[in-house]
């Protein structure tokens, strides 16, 4: 389960002027103007496209933790994905639209679950996490295509979105881009706190060598198990976000592709670095969206790029970026 | 007469058709250094991982002092004062020589579930980390990443780190693994000055060492203890001549002679 | 109970192809520590091989014949091109170039054979149902998939314990370095196991080809089942992945069948409803999670690394 780090347990350089820094501060700069340049141009589909990015940025960035962070390589991430935006979509089904109730219930359902699947699966190690994480999604999955009454396979279209009492309208492309820009950016600061707190050493040091954790006294298990329930809790969210962007839940919000295009979205932009998350997500979406309009055979191309950064590149794209410094 | 620190009692472990352990009857006071000696694969570290709780025994009891402890987690033992280093170089890679040890003292300071402020700038785990570090003679090297120091500079890291837990009781495994004669003298002032503020259970296969530290010495051959006492009667006894120098037991010069004292 | 038996069938036809997938899934993996998420796609090459040729010659059988010769050589050059970079890899890496190989071959096959997705004839000799046991009737094919796939286990078995590259190949499950130190080219070793679990693969998607489907994105759908079994079966295992293959497609097929009428016996309609088709697809699953949680290294591990 030794995931190769990026920026592993030096002292996070947040205010040194390296090169991976101002490359975060350009990057955050574009994405805040985004909006306006969409206004101007009068291109309303970068936006919703770009505020995809923001959402599953928040999601990567929740992955990252535990796997860049945590070497805890959970293939099945996407549950919590679909299991808050399922929270969301349910609620609002049955009348409850208050953005205040749902949220709060998506995020808690999606950490009850990794709750109960951390319990089982961090009693193993290496591959055979893997693959329990990815069994445990599987069953959400499948009690989704099973739950007909909200819409079962062919999913359920969500006719109102989170309401906040009239002080943040949802449906107001902009409003919702800035939302989930904060809500990434707070992730981000989320993670940053956290990987350099006590429990952050604690995380990272049973990723490096969890053995030598125990033999200096540390319970590892339980510190495991706390950093994934706030993984699933924050992916939960990401959740709540994406069913309102997309108007619509549906059980393949979960299904293992999913959460092998998360995977490929963390490792894209580098392991254990904070704004990695970021910039895999958006190189992976973009250039997808690039492809599918130079060719109508986008993945021939994306494929292979796929596996030759697999091959090529050490500590992902945003190792490139922050150069030899780390790892 | 004071119940000892460390108390084995009939320990096995049987690996599919192999004894690794057979039987280990063994009491360690406190203060005392106890070697563990034996030629290869007599089965020493499989005791440290018995000791420390890596592994379970099939029969037998360990207590610590007082308490039986056989059943206890790794960390739990380490949490009661039992810590050990590692024969191969076990630490974080990654991570400064001060951050290793700093870890090691964070286990014992409190809870760690502690999820905003940066560890790295609590004094109150940076100063014992660095004490410990001084300890061992690697306070210069305190700020580089463990993977850039020496294979010596390791195995004192190693010490540094298990100290930092504030032990009871020490299993050394090997702390003068591939070390020149330079280094393994730096390495037995070590231990010499740690005897006496902390018990130590120390396997070796360095002879000298071994002889110059040892208050008293127990040697395993195939998982057996074949006998245990002072050194001066180890160095006697035809037992412990014949599992070292073969069938021959004329007089011959060997591990156990006196010649470099 | 006529249709308990069929389902049983079902389910161990089931369980024979998951098997052939298996096979080659858990080779790979135990040999060369490879985790090869690819390994559907080349289940799905080889239907569409299979597909195209049966068109082409008009003939069942030879068409069979050349999808596995297709699939075995497209797997050697897969090995050759792109997957033998991954060797010695993060499994994380694995997972992301494989990952990238899916959607190549997904969107490849698009290309040439266009999305629709391909139909293959059965031949007129193997319509119809034979009469297994007095009153029971199963359809021919179904079983010559059986038959088929456990007579290649049956080759698998001679090969893999009574020949010299069998050996090598059961030292390599248990102990890579090994091998290797023992001279023997590596290489050519490591293109060959590849290969052959593709031909497997491939051979799987054949057989079930008339019965069930070809289509863009068949292979992950089953990939899943594979990895599952592979996982209860102990890595590295051809015995462990046959007795799992089994398991595995007897519980989902009975399952399947049985479970949402047991349910209605004891809860409401409505519920039984409900729940019956997802705890049935889900009992595979908490089955994978309570063996990786009792007993991790699987049914029957191969000795360790």
């Known amino acids: 389960m030794t995931a190769r780090l990026d920026s592993s347990l030096e002292p996070a350089p947040q205010f040194r002027l390296t090169a991976s820094a101002a490359f975060n501060v350009i990057l955050i700069a574009v994405l805040a103007l985004m909006p306006l340049y969409a206004r101007l141009a009068g291109d309303s589909f970068v936006l919703t496209l770009f505020t995809r990015v923001l959402i599953l940025a928040l999601a990567a960035t929740s992955l990252n933790l535990i796997m860049g962070y945590g070497g805890m390589v959970s293939f099945g991430h996407a549950a919590y994905l679909g299991i808050g935006g399922y929270a969301v979509g349910i609620l609002a089904k049955e009348g409850l639209t208050s953005g205040l ?10 950490a009850l679950y990794a709750l109960v699947v951390g319990a089982l699966s961090l009693r193993t190690r290496g591959v055979y ?17 099973g739950l007909d009454r909200y819409g079962g396979d062919d999913g359920l279209t969500i006719y109102r979105r989170s309401q906040f009492g009239g002080v943040l309208d949802l449906n107001n492309k902009t409003l ?4 989930c820009l904060a809500l990434l950016l707070a992730g981000i600061y989320l993670t940053s706190r956290l990987v350099n707190s006590r429990f952050g050493l604690v995380i990272r040091g049973a990723r490096s060598n969890n053995r030598r954790m125990r033999a200096i006294g540390f319970p590892t298990f339980r510190y495991q198990l706390v950093c994934f329930v706030i993984a699933g809790a924050l992916c939960g969210l990401a959740g709540a976000l994406l069913a309102n962007h997309t108007n619509f839940i549906s059980p393949a919000m979960m299904h293992w592709t999913r959460s092998g295009d998360l995977i490929v979205m963390v490792v894209l932009g580098g392991l254990g670095s904070l704004f990695g998350p970021l910039i895999g997500t958006a190189t992976f979406l973009l250039l997808e969206e690039a492809l599918s309009r130079v060719t109508s055979y986008p993945d021939l191309i994306l494929g292979p790029v796929l596996l030759l950064v697999a091959i090529y590149v050490h500590g992902g794209i945003a190792g490139r970026i922050g150069g030899r410094a780390r790892g | 007469m004071a119940e000892p620190l460390l108390e084995v009692d009939g320990l096995t472990k049987r690996f599919g058709g192999v004894i690794a352990a057979d039987a280990i009857t063994l009491a360690i006071p406190a203060g005392e250094l106890h070697a563990v000696i034996g030629p290869n694969g007599a089965g020493k570290t499989t005791l440290i991982g018995l000791l420390a709780g890596e592994i379970a025994p099939q029969a037998g009891v360990v207590r610590f002092d007082g308490s039986d402890i056989t059943r206890l987690a790794v960390d739990r033992r380490n949490q009661r004062g039992l810590a050990r280093s590692f024969q191969i170089t076990s630490l974080f890679p990654d991570f400064t020589a001060l951050d290793n040890v700093a870890l090691a003292v964070q286990a014992h300071r409190g809870h760690s579930f502690r999820f905003w402020r940066d560890a790295r700038r609590e004094d109150d785990l940076r100063g014992p980390a660095e004490a410990a570090l001084g300890r061992v003679g690697l306070a210069a090297r305190a700020a580089t990443r463990v993977d850039r120091l020496s294979h010596g500079e390791h195995r004192q890291l190693e010490i540094a780190v298990a100290l930092a837990t504030q032990p009871r009781l020490l299993l050394l495994d090997e702390p003068m693994a591939g070390m020149g004669p330079e280094e393994s003298d730096r390495m037995v002032a070590l231990l010499r000055a740690l005897k006496g503020s902390v018990t130590i259970l120390l396997i070796e296969h360095d002879m000298e060492a071994v002889f110059a530290l040892a208050d008293r010495i127990t040697v395993l051959v195939y998982g057996r203890v074949i006998a245990s006492g002072k050194p001066a009667a180890i160095r006697a006894d035809t037992a412990v001549r014949q599992a070292y120098l073969g069938e021959d037991e004329g007089v011959r010069s060997g591990p156990l002679e006196g010649s470099h004292g | ?22 096979a080659g899934l858990t080779l790979v993996f135990g040999i060369m520590d490879l985790v090869n998420l690819a390994h559907g796609s080349l289940y799905m090459l080889g239907a569409y091989f299979a597909a195209s040729f049966a068109a082409l010659t008009g003939s069942f059988v030879i068409a069979v014949v050349l999808a596995v010769v297709c699939s075995l050589v497209a797997g050697m050059a897969l090995e050759i091109v792109a997957i033998r970079r991954l060797y010695g890899r993060d499994h994380l890496d694995h997972v992301l170039g494989t990952f990238g190989l899916i959607l190549f071959f997904n969107e490849l096959v698009r290309l040439i054979w266009g999305p629709a997705g391909m139909t293959l004839a059965l031949p007129p000799q193997m319509l119809g149902a034979v009469q297994i ?10 079983l010559v998939i059986i038959l088929a796939a456990l007579a290649v286990a049956a080759a698998l078995y001679v090969v893999v314990m009574r020949t010299r590259l069998g050996m090598l190949i059961r030292a390599g499950a248990s102990n890579r370095e090994m091998v290797g130190a023992l001279g023997i080219n590596i290489k050519l070793l490591y293109t060959l196991v590849f290969g052959f679990g593709a ?20 292979g992950e759908n089953i990939l899943i089942l594979a990895l599952v079994v592979i996982i209860i079966g102990g890595i590295g295992s051809i015995r462990g992945a046959f007795v799992a293959a089994i398991l595995v497609g007897l ?9 949402p009428d047991m349910l209605r016996l004891m809860l409401s309609r409505n519920a039984a409803e409900t729940l019956g088709p997802a705890l049935s697809s889900m009992s595979i699953y908490m089955l994978t999670a309570a063996v990786l949680v009792f007993r991790p290294e699987g049914l029957f591990p191969a000795a360790n690394k």
């Open chain 1, 101 to 110: 109730v749902q949220w709060p219930v998506a995020v808690a359902a999606a």
């Open chain 1, 129 to 145: 996490f893997i693959m329990i994480t990815l069994a445990f999604a599987q069953m959400i999955y499948f009690v989704a295509i």
């Open chain 1, 176 to 179: 919702f881009y800035y939302l």
């Open chain 3, 1 to 22: 109970m006529l249709y308990f038996v069929e389902q049983c069938l079902n389910g161990i036809e089931l369980g024979m192809l998951l098997f052939l997938l298996a």
């Open chain 3, 133 to 142: 046991l007095p009153g029971v009737y199963y359809p021919a094919y179904r």
């Open chain 3, 199 to 218: 031909a497997l693969a491939g051979f799987a998607g054949v057989m079930q080809a008339p019965i069930l489907t070809v289509q863009i994105g068949m």
């Open chain 3, 251 to 259: 519980i989902d097929t009975v399952g399947r069948a049985f479970l």
